[in-house]
């Protein structure tokens, strides 16, 4: 992929030394700007190309919408629920996250607070600290023979069962995605939440914040738990309903819950933070010095990676655009968003487009068909130089304006191509081009298919006629006639009455419709 331009990087926050100092020797300039309200960072961010957040910065689609330069988000940390990340998407704004960054850290705190739910650590010295010698109202419980009950069993999940289970704990899990098979070669046996909420002394939550998991723990599924079952939650404040862990609380259903993260941060309700079974901490999870770093360090180099087309690393938006940073890849791009440019032009008046089916040929080419899709969908929806789709939001974009867009691949030991082929009004219009020597090249073009390929760069005038001499000396006199030179002519191979042709010339015609009267159609663009 083509690098992407990151000039200017805004840091809301507080993060590490070491990621402002890493963008500047890149060249990247960077500002420090912290506690800023949303008006404050609505009326800064117009000037950057770059946002790095951790997670109290509410980056909402005012703010994004405000950035009329952002090209890329970067949370230092693993969560992006402080970020719209749809918003940004349809604003064609990487949005990325530094998911292993602050993964030990979090596994450690979550191991703290087991343990300090076992021992009563924080009331016990607490009591002490009252001038309390009270050995009796704390009596606790071994770690050692229980069960823990992990929920999301990725990074964070997996370093928390294998530390746990050095103190003799059994551990179980859930988790949608990751295989059973893996899990179980780190020692957690998995299951669906339905057998697991019986089984657990204790339960630790390690998900993402989405739909699907807030409110993960509640009434419902607390009733199915052991009675006195003790719950963890260093993830998203939300997963646990806090209401029902209340009244779980209240009941003795639940028996103490560590907790880290709350809806609202800071709790105004304080009933869960004054309870006496509850050990709270202020999102501590990835307060330590070693994360801070490693996030700072991750963020920055993924920006730099990012802007100089080494590679994109944390993209959680822009999954499509992993593959886009091989050598070769930008060719391709080019190819594809110049493909969809020339079948723009040669059904400008026929539009809208109703579907468009993209197709990749070629073993090598077998992992580029998600980002020669959206690069085509860009030529197609490119209205003007400025501010048009990108490889991030074009197939939203054409997803809203109702194309359907449709992807294939084929393996072909003939050569390596993309095919572009669009829906208008009923009729079908088809491109074949590839990548000669580096440079984007279209082979055919509606069943015309050229006897010298089309350098798909300058300025292109194609127009479709019947074969004649005459026709071409007309077409010439018209360029003429405005000032505009012939650079170069491609004619297609006789097949059908009518033929495509493609001629590179100067300039664009001011009026092309006066070779609209010598030719069946005509169009005219620049790559």
């Known amino acids: 992929m083509a690098p992407v331009s990151v000039k200017r990087v805004l840091i809301s926050e507080s993060v590490d030394p070491c990621c402002k100092t890493i963008l500047q020797e890149n060249g990247i300039e960077v500002t420090e700007k912290q506690q800023m309200t949303k008006e ?3 009326a800064e961010i117009q000037n950057y190309d ?3 957040v951790r997670s109290a910065t509410k980056v909402t689609a005012d703010v994004i919408s405000a950035g009329s330069n952002l090209k890329i988000i ?8 402080n970020v719209d990340v749809d918003a940004a998407t349809k604003r064609g704004v990487i949005v990325m996250n530094t998911p292993s960054g602050n993964t030990i850290s979090a596994a450690e705190l979550t191991c703290a607070l087991l343990m300090s739910l ?18 009796k109202k704390f009596m606790g419980a071994e770690l050692y023979g229980k069960v823990l009950g992990i929920v999301g069993l990725g990074r964070i999940g997996k370093e928390v069962a294998t530390r746990m289970q050095s103190f003799g704990m059994k551990t179980i899990g859930y988790d949608p995605i990751t295989p059973p098979e893996v899990s179980a070669s780190w020692g957690v046996d998995q299951m669906s939440l ?3 909420w019986p089984q657990c002394d204790y339960i630790t939550v390690h998900t993402p914040l989405m739909p699907s998991t807030t409110g993960l723990l509640n009434d419902a599924s607390f009733a199915k738990c052991k009675k006195g079952v003790k719950v963890v939650n260093c993830a998203r404040g939300g997963i646990i309903d806090e209401a029902a862990l209340l009244r779980a609380l209240e009941s003795g259903q639940c028996g103490g819950a560590g907790l880290d993260v709350f809806v609202e941060e800071p709790p105004k309700d304080r009933a869960l933070v004054n309870h006496p079974n509850v050990i709270c901490c202020p999102h501590l999870g990835a307060s330590t010095k070693e994360a801070q770093a490693r996030c700072g360090k991750e963020i920055a180099l993924q920006i730099v990676d990012m802007a100089t087309g080494k590679a994109l690393v944390g993209a959680v938006n822009a999954q499509v655009l992993v593959s886009s940073f091989s050598p070769d890849s930008h060719h391709w791009i080019q190819l594809g968003e110049s493909m969809g440019r020339v079948l723009k032009a040669c059904t400008a008046s026929k539009e809208p487009y109703s579907q468009v089916h993209i ?10 068909t998600g980002f020669l899709s959206s690069a085509a969908v860009v030529g197609l929806l490119t209205e003007g130089p400025q501010n048009g789709p990108n490889l991030v939001n074009a197939l939203p974009l054409a997803a809203e304006t109702g194309i359907t867009v449709q992807t294939d691949h084929k393996d072909s030991n003939e050569r390596e191509a993309c095919v572009v082929e669009v829906s208008v009004n009923g009729s079908s219009y088809k491109a074949i081009g590839s990548v000669q020597a580096g440079v984007p090249v279209l082979l055919e073009l509606n069943g015309s298919v050229f006897r010298q390929p089309v350098p798909l760069t300058g300025h292109l005038l194609f127009f479709k006629s019947a074969t004649s001499t005459e026709l071409l000396l007309s077409v010439t006199g018209v360029l003429a006639a405005a000032g505009v030179e012939l650079q170069s002519f491609s004619a297609s191979s006789a097949g059908s009455v009518e033929q495509w042709y493609c001629m590179g010339i100067s300039s664009l015609l001011g009026d092309i419709g006066a070779l609209k009267s010598l030719v069946k159609e005509a169009a005219q663009l620049t790559v």
Do not use: F, N, Y
């Open 118 to 135: 076992s021992r009563h650590i924080p009331q016990a010295v607490m009591s002490m600290k009252d001038g309390k010698w009270d050995r």
């Open 74 to 81: 970067g949370r230092a940390g693993t969560g992006v629920d």
């Open 194 to 196: 339905e057998e697991l």
């Open 359 to 368: 197709t990749s040929l070629g073993e090598s080419l077998k992992k580029s």
């Open 40 to 42: 404050e960072l609505i």
């Open 50 to 52: 770059g946002l790095v």
